[in-house]
């Protein structure tokens, strides 16, 4: 298939700075374009074109979007698609998915989160948050035994963000006492709320809370495909 120049830019370029730049000059899909990036997904054997689609899913046709980003997140042969699409999630939200969709996505992302010690947990613990409602608590709470504290900042954040900070030290003494996460868990989240508390004159909430690294997710470096697969 013959692409366009701009399109062809961007499906090729290998350095993340650099995609990021030719997806930035890309212009509108035309129904030629449409066609040919449907045609790249369906074949998945492009890494390169494939991880740039996924990372930029709003470049992905409407009518294949939610499948392509599913299927990078069950990939298994080239696990780069896995981060791409978990990293590409971030520029979407729980509305640009059927509610089954967003479920489907939250237990994936748990599922990744709960079984993968590198770069893939520590990213999907910054996507998981905007496919989370408030009823989902009970079901990420144990990933706050993970093991890299990168990832229990991450999912500490994303439960203030669901219950509020007014209620996360109770909601983490409850699950201790359940015994639904360890020991090390809930020293790291004293640790967490200890260092606020010396900033807010034992408040939890208030400026001192919002500029606390609390209120914000830490990120982790992306690899370019290149990188991993040598």
């Not at 939610?66 to 971030?90: T, W």
């Not at 509610?99 to 748990?110: G, K, M, N, T």
């Not at 790291?188 to 500029?211: D, H, I, M, R, W």
């Amino acid at each position: 298939m013959r692409l366009k120049p701009e399109l062809e830019k961007f499906l090729t370029m290998q350095d993340l700075d650099d995609i990021f730049v030719a997806r930035r000059s890309l212009k509108p899909l035309d129904s030629t374009d449409i066609d040919t990036v449907i045609a790249i997904l369906s074949q998945w054997n492009t890494p390169q074109a494939i991880a740039n689609l996924l990372f930029y899913p709003n470049t992905i046709p409407a009518t294949v979007r939610s499948q392509s980003i599913l299927k990078g997140l069950h990939e298994n042969d080239c696990i780069y698609y896995r981060l791409a699409a978990i990293v590409g999630l971030q520029s979407l939200n729980a509305s640009d998915f059927t509610a089954i969709e967003v479920e489907q996505i939250r237990d994936r992302l748990i599922s990744l989160i709960a079984s993968d010690r590198g770069i893939i947990s520590a990213r999907a613990s910054v996507s998981i948050a905007s496919y989370l409602q408030a009823n989902d608590v009970d079901l990420i709470i144990p990933l706050l035994n993970h093991p890299g504290d990168l990832v229990k900042h991450n999912i500490l954040v994303t439960l203030i963000e669901l219950v509020g900070v007014d209620r996360i030290r109770d909601l983490i003494d409850s699950a201790a006492q359940a015994k639904k996460i360890s020991e090390e868990a809930v020293t790291f989240c004293q640790a967490k709320f200890s260092q606020v508390l010396e900033l807010s004159n034992n408040s939890v909430t208030g400026v001192p809370f919002e500029s606390s690294n609390l209120s914000l997710p830490m990120l982790s470096h992306i690899p370019n495909l290149k990188d991993i697969m040598g």
